[in-house]
């Protein structure tokens, strides 16, 4: 079963074990009650309360007990608990300036195969994903064909932690991506998801931009720079020229 925890700088999180939550290195604590196993302490609850009432219903009224009755009833119906509903991070729509800005390289690259481990963050222990991307073309900076690309998340054993807002990097899907180097000289995504769009190759051999699916879609930014939104459904060579121009500027 999964549960959510929140991260003030890593965004919502989701755990999922096939063991006991409680025997997964770095989610603090106990495991937290949920569905099914919180309703059944309720109904233990509202048992316990009638068998107190039927001891003493010679000395209490009939009309005392069935509304202690009625009220334990109230507290295990379905429709009155409820589970703390785990609230996703609202994020900013970025600009094409703000992302060619803080990129020390914009690419054009296919992830090729990957691997997860867990590691040792600001946060506690989590799982991280490593995904070697095979370049196809430079559109910021340059180096070497191959490179790793490192994201939160990922699955090691039984275990799987899902990060909500990490960029979708799917092995064989070409991805135009936004990338800051790292100090061990792996890479990572600017903004996330947000700085990761899809290539598609459309009927007449062309490659565009496409669209990004977010589970929550950003709010739109109140600034008037370009929103990143608009490179989707621009041609590979479109979006190299807006991007180029973007990084031009902040270069003076």
């Given at each position: 079963?999964?549960?959510?925890?929140?991260?003030?700088?890593?965004?919502?999180?989701?755990?999922?074990?096939?063991?006991?939550?409680?025997?997964?290195?770095?989610?603090?604590?106990?495991?937290?009650?949920?569905?099914?196993?919180?309703?059944?302490?309720?109904?233990?609850?509202?048992?316990?309360?009638?068998?107190?009432?039927?001891?003493?219903?010679?000395?209490?009224?009939?009309?005392?007990?069935?509304?202690?009755?009625?009220?334990?009833?109230?507290?295990?119906?379905?429709?009155?608990?409820?589970?703390?509903?785990?609230?996703?991070?609202?994020?900013?729509?970025?600009?094409?300036?703000?992302?060619?800005?803080?990129?020390?390289?914009?690419?054009?690259?296919?992830?090729?195969?990957?691997?997860?481990?867990?590691?040792?963050?600001?946060?506690?222990?989590?799982?991280?994903?490593?995904?070697?991307?095979?370049?196809?073309?430079?559109?910021?900076?340059?180096?070497?064909?191959?490179?790793?690309?490192?994201?939160?998340?990922?699955?090691?054993?039984?275990?799987?932690?899902?990060?909500?807002?990490?960029?979708?990097?799917?092995?064989?899907?070409?991805?135009?991506?936004?990338?800051?180097?790292?100090?061990?000289?792996?890479?990572?995504?600017?903004?996330?998801?947000?700085?990761?769009?899809?290539?598609?190759?459309?009927?007449?051999?062309?490659?565009?931009?496409?669209p990004r699916r977010f589970a929550h879609p950003p709010v739109p930014s109140r600034l008037r720079e370009?929103?990143?939104?608009?490179?989707?459904?621009?041609?590979?060579?479109?979006?190299?020229?807006?991007?180029?121009?973007?990084?031009?500027?902040?270069?003076?």
């Amino acid at each position: 079963m999964g549960s959510i925890h929140s991260d003030p700088i890593r965004g919502p999180q989701e755990y999922w074990t096939n063991e006991d939550q409680s025997n997964v290195p770095g989610t603090g604590g106990p495991p937290i009650v949920t569905g099914a196993r919180g309703l059944a302490g309720f109904v233990r609850l509202g048992a316990m309360c009638y068998k107190v009432c039927m001891r003493f219903r010679a000395r209490l009224g009939s009309a005392f007990i069935a509304a202690t009755f009625a009220i334990a009833v109230q507290v295990v119906s379905p429709g009155s608990w409820s589970i703390p509903e785990a609230k996703a991070h609202s994020f900013i729509e970025v600009s094409v300036d703000a992302l060619a800005l803080r990129a020390q390289r914009v690419v054009v690259a296919t992830p090729a195969d990957s691997m997860s481990t867990w590691e040792s963050t600001d946060g506690g222990n989590r799982i991280v994903t490593y995904h070697r991307m095979q370049v196809q073309s430079d559109i910021v900076g340059g180096g070497d064909s191959e490179v790793w690309v490192r994201r939160l998340g990922g699955v090691v054993g039984k275990v799987g932690q899902l990060v909500h807002g990490a960029a979708p990097l799917r092995t064989g899907q070409a991805v135009l991506l936004f990338l800051a180097k790292r100090p061990d000289g792996t890479f990572s995504v600017i903004d996330m998801e947000q700085g990761c769009f899809p290539v598609i190759k459309t009927k007449d051999n062309r490659f565009m931009v496409g669209p990004r699916r977010f589970a929550h879609p950003p709010v739109p930014s109140r600034l008037r720079e370009r929103p990143a939104s608009t490179l989707e459904g621009l041609s590979i060579e479109e979006a190299t020229h807006v991007i180029v121009e973007a990084k031009k500027r902040h270069a003076k």
